[in-house]
């Protein structure tokens, strides 16, 4: 009997020690999926190594609308900061040259670091599609790097450490909101210590995060994680006691160029989320359903994740949900264009996705136990939303430039006065 159980038990150590180290190789061995497309050279020179690169490009290209439009508008606008006196958000603003009927905003880098796709979208925008766009009833705001601070130093969040994508409501009660669930996941989720691959919390995070799956499944766990809390400051995902210096810069200029608008039609651009390679769309939570047969007519041919699948989240605090509250006399459509980076669709990328995101912000508020982990954490996280395969950056580009040449023809055709 003795002997039965010794074999009982070695049987399962054996079984749980190959599970241990099976998940923990996969994990360390994980890559999301090939991109099998040709690269378009001309699609790469869109994207810049660093901030002030993307900027400069940025504002290059904005610069040449003055030569072709009447009362284009290049400014930018100063962001308050306690530790970069050079913030700034700019803006190109091509007003409609004729009547004013609809407005189109585009916007990158609500989410810092997922600048680098967004600006080379604009600046492809502003070089390529501009151009075959009738301006006579449509102006265009453009409005590169909402949050400067996390584009210029490789961050998703604020100098505050606030996701600006979970920060935005005209409502204060929004930063009273609880997230029990993240509570419960507060000491998994946020390790109060200097980053180190060798530590065994850090070894065994595959592990952890799998019984995390078990016990709450992948859709609970998802979105306790990633809806937003507003609790735990040096969190991941936090959203901040108030409205942040760059929404509060960007809500008078978008309602002062919108004033004379009926119709206004926001596109926000992010990196990271989805299928690697895949222009993924996400339109707001909708309940007025002629509002969302208009989104399904500018994006005809193209798939809309309705928030119907089962992998799918919703977040407190939303920018382009916000833009709504802010203008609220307008008929608003919008559309958020995500460009999937790690397979996040699958269990290893999302939780190797989360991973990233943890030591990142582990590292900026607790540290590094060696310069290799250092650079190891910086080049993952950078490689979560700005990916080097030069296929997926020529994608990006012709993706957006086939998706937006199309929305941009439907939403012209949209006559403003049928709107209410």
């Keep these: 009997m003795k002997k039965t159980i010794k074999i009982i038990l070695l049987g399962l150590f054996l079984m749980t020690a190959i599970a241990v180290g099976w998940t923990t190789y996969q994990f360390n061995t994980y890559r999301p999926r090939v991109i099998e497309k040709a690269v378009n050279p001309e699609n790469l020179g869109y994207f810049k190594g660093i901030y002030t690169d993307c900027r400069k490009s940025f504002l290059d290209e904005a610069l040449k609308q003055k030569d072709l439009y009447e009362g284009v508008e290049i400014k930018n606008l100063v962001i308050e900061s306690n530790?970069?006196?050079?913030?700034?958000?700019?803006?190109?603003?091509?007003?409609?040259?004729?009547?004013?009927?609809?407005?189109?905003?585009?916007?990158?880098?609500?989410?810092?670091?997922?600048?680098?796709?967004?600006?080379a979208?604009?600046?492809?925008?502003?070089?390529?599609?501009?151009?075959?766009?009738?301006?006579?009833?449509?102006?265009?705001?453009?409005?590169?790097?909402?949050?400067?601070?996390?584009?210029?130093?490789?961050?998703?969040?604020?100098?505050?450490?606030v996701d600006l994508n979970r920060n935005c409501s005209t409502k204060a009660n929004l930063y009273l909101s609880e997230n029990k669930g993240y509570d419960e996941l507060n000491s998994f989720l946020n390790q109060r210590q200097r980053v180190s691959f060798t530590s065994f919390g850090n070894f065994f995070f595959p592990v952890n995060a799998i019984q995390k799956i078990l016990k709450y499944s992948m859709g609970t766990l998802r979105q306790a994680v990633l809806q937003g809390q507003y609790r735990h400051g040096k969190g991941v995902y936090y959203g901040g006691p108030d409205l942040e210096p760059s929404i509060k810069a960007v809500t008078?200029?978008?309602?002062?160029?919108?004033?004379?608008?009926?119709?206004?039609?926001?596109?926000?651009?992010?990196?990271?989320?989805?299928?690697?390679?895949?222009?993924?769309?996400?339109p707001s939570p909708l309940k007025d359903q002629k509002k969302k047969e208009k989104i399904e007519t500018i994006?005809?041919?193209?798939?809309?994740?309705?928030?119907?699948?089962?992998?799918?989240?919703?977040v407190t605090g939303d920018f382009t949900s916000y833009l709504e509250?802010?203008?609220?006399?307008?008929?608003?459509?919008?559309?958020?264009?995500?460009?999937?980076?790690?397979?996040?669709?699958?269990?290893?990328?999302?939780?190797?996705?989360?991973?990233?995101?943890?030591?990142?912000?582990?590292?900026?508020?607790y540290g590094y136990k060696t310069r290799k982990d250092e650079r190891l954490v910086k080049s993952r996280f950078l490689e979560s939303y700005y990916p080097s395969s030069d296929a997926w950056r020529s994608k990006v580009i012709e993706d957006s430039r086939q998706t937006l040449s199309q929305v941009l023809k439907k939403y012209t055709e949209i006559n403003a006065e049928d709107e209410p």
């Design 83 to 119: 530790i970069d006196p050079d913030l700034s958000i700019d803006y190109c603003y091509i007003p409609a040259q004729t009547s004013f009927k609809r407005l189109f905003i585009l916007t990158s880098a609500v989410h810092g670091v997922e600048g680098y796709a967004g600006s």
């Design 121 to 161: 979208v604009q600046q492809m925008f502003l070089r390529e599609l501009v151009k075959e766009i009738n301006l006579d009833e449509m102006g265009l705001l453009i409005i590169h790097a909402v949050n400067p601070f996390g584009f210029k130093n490789n961050r998703r969040v604020t100098e505050n450490n």
């Design 252 to 282: 008078p200029l978008i309602q002062q160029i919108a004033e004379n608008y009926k119709l206004v039609f926001s596109i926000d651009l992010h990196t990271g989320y989805g299928e690697n390679g895949t222009l993924h769309l996400f």
């Design 299 to 314: 994006f005809s041919g193209q798939r809309i994740d309705w928030g119907d699948s089962e992998d799918f989240y919703t």
């Design 325 to 365: 509250q802010i203008l609220p006399e307008k008929y608003y459509l919008t559309m958020t264009f995500e460009f999937g980076t790690l397979d996040t669709e699958t269990t290893m990328g999302s939780i190797k996705a989360l991973h990233n995101v943890m030591m990142e912000n582990q590292g900026v508020h």
